[in-house]
C-alpha cells in the first residue's frame, strides 16, 4: 500500500475518522481531502515532521473532506513558514470554488497558492497527479477522483466520494500489475445511493484484481470482513 491514511471512515464513522491519504516524500507531502477531524490527527500523530513543502488535493467539497484545510493553510503559514499548494489543474471551477470556501473562512489567496499537475520537481517518487471527473453527489457542481502516476510509471487512483461505476470500470481495466486503486466502498444499500456499495465493487472487481483494490471511506464497521472473504484490501 503506497498511501498512508489519516483516516479510513465515512462522514459519520467518527472511530475512524474523515478519510484521508497523504503520501509523503523527503521534505515534500501530499495531502487527499483534508476533512473537518484530520488537521487534528496530524498534528497528534507529528505527521508533518520535516515537511516544507505541502501539497493538497480536494475531491470535493462535502465537509468531510475539505473541513479543516483552512486551518493547515494557517497552520503552515504561520507555524511552518510555507505557503499550501492547492491542487487545480485547471479543471472545472475548482479555483473558484476554493477560493470562495477559503475566502468564507477568512484565508485570502496571500496564504495558499494553486499548482498544475506536474509535481516531479517536489516529489523524488511522484511524476504528477491530476484531476478526474466522477459522480457522486448531485447538490455539489462538481466531483473528482484523483490519478498519481509514479517515477516508476505505475499509478495510483483515488476515488474520492463516488458512485460511478463508468469510473470504477476504466479505471479496473487500465490496472496494470503495480499500480492500486483506492475505492470509496459502503455496506449501505439504497436506490440513488451516492457511494459505492460492495456489492457493486464486486460486481465490476475480477477476482484476480481484487488484490490491487483497497476499499475506503468505511461506514460500517462489519464492511472489512466482507470485503477481506471477497478478496478485496482494506486501508488502515
Known amino acids: 500500500m503506497q498511501l498512508k491514511f489519516v483516516g479510513t471512515g465515512s462522514a459519520f ?15 515534500s507531502i501530499l495531502f487527499l481531502d483534508f476533512g473537518e477531524s ?12 520535516g515537511v516544507k513543502n505541502i501539497f493538497v488535493a480536494i475531491t470535493h467539497m462535502h465537509g468531510d473532506h475539505v473541513g479543516s484545510l483552512s486551518t493547515l493553510i494557517y497552520y503552515a503559514c504561520f507555524n511552518l513558514n510555507t505557503k499550501v499548494k492547492l ?10 470554488e476554493l477560493s470562495a470556501f ?28 491530476k484531476y478526474v471527473r466522477v459522480s457522486h453527489s448531485k447538490s455539489l457542481g462538481q466531483c473528482y477522483a484523483v490519478e498519481i502516476e509514479m517515477a516508476d510509471k505505475s499509478k495510483i ?35 440513488g445511493n451516492v457511494h459505492t456499495n460492495y456489492k457493486v465493487l464486486e460486481n465490476l472487481v475480477p477476482k484476480e484484481k481484487r488484490k490491487q ?3 475506503m ?8 470482513a466482507l470485503l477481506k472473504e471477497k478478496g478485496f484490501k482494506v486501508v488502515k
Open 213 to 215: 483494490v483497497y476499499c
Open 102 to 129: 477559503l475566502k468564507f473562512q477568512g484565508v485570502s489567496e496571500k496564504h495558499f497558492e494553486f499548482v498544475g499537475e506536474n509535481l516531479e520537481d517536489k516529489f523524488t517518487q511522484i511524476k504528477n497527479c
Open 13 to 27: 464513522n467518527v472511530k475512524r475518522g474523515n478519510n484521508c491519504a497523504y503520501y509523503k516524500d523527503g521534505d
Open 87 to 96: 491542487l487545480s489543474s485547471g479543471v472545472g471551477n475548482k479555483e473558484d
Open 217 to 224: 471511506h468505511i461506514d460500517d464497521e462489519c464492511l472489512p
Open 38 to 49: 484530520v488537521f487534528e490527527k496530524v498534528i497528534k500523530k507529528n505527521i508533518l515532521s
Open 157 to 191: 487512483y483515488f476515488s474520492g466520494d463516488t458512485n460511478d461505476q463508468e469510473y470504477i470500470k476504466n479505471v479496473v481495466s487500465s490496472l496494470n500489475k503495480n499500480d492500486e486503486f483506492y475505492c470509496d466502498t459502503c455496506l449501505e444499500d439504497w436506490e
